[in-house]
Structure formats: structure tokens, C-alpha cells
């Protein structure tokens, strides 16, 4: 039995902009991180960019990041295990 506590998870709002010129984080907008992604909303194309892509800004494994809500919305809810919000707005917008 492993005695290493979880990482806790810190949930971000992030809103996503698919089909952009190229993958970027624009800033905040409404309480939300504003990311564009370059790969097209359809059968989850989307999805699979954005976890990706914060996993490699964040310097996380990708099994650290999981969508919570918004999984067919421009508007999501992310999970982040290990990282609290304050270093995960310092990697995003540094």
C-alpha cells in the first residue's frame, strides 16, 4: 500500500477557440483562459488538442489533465492534478 497522497486537482474555466491559424494561449476573458486551437470541434478533435497542448505548456504527463465539463462547449471546465492555479497562470501567461 502506497502511502504517496494524491495530487490534488485544481479546475481552471478555459475557453476554446477551434480552427485558429495555429495552438496559443490569448490571455483571459471573463474569468476564463482564452485558447485557440488549431484542430477542428468535430468527434473530439478539439479536445484531444487542448489536453495535449496544456499538458505540454504545463510540463504534466497527460493523465494529469481531464476535461470536467464543457466536453461539446467552448466553454470548459479542466482538471489539473498536481499544479495549484497560481503556477498554472504563470505557465500559461507568463
Do not use: C, H, Q, Y
Not at 476564463?32 to 484531444?48: T, Y
Not at 493523465?63 to 497560481?86: Q, T, W
Amino acid at each position: 500500500m502506497s502511502s504517496e497522497k494524491p495530487a490534488a486537482e485544481t479546475i481552471v474555466s478555459i475557453r476554446v477557440i477551434p480552427r485558429s491559424p495555429r495552438t496559443r494561449v490569448d490571455g483571459m476573458r471573463g474569468g476564463a483562459f482564452l485558447i485557440r486551437l488549431s484542430a477542428p470541434p468535430l468527434e473530439g478533435a478539439a479536445n484531444d488538442a487542448l489536453v495535449a497542448f496544456l499538458a505540454d505548456t504545463l510540463d504534466l504527463p497527460r493523465s494529469r489533465i481531464r476535461i470536467v465539463s464543457g466536453e461539446k462547449s467552448r466553454d470548459k471546465r479542466v482538471g489539473v492534478s498536481g499544479l495549484d492555479e497560481a503556477r498554472i497562470a504563470a505557465k500559461l501567461i507568463p
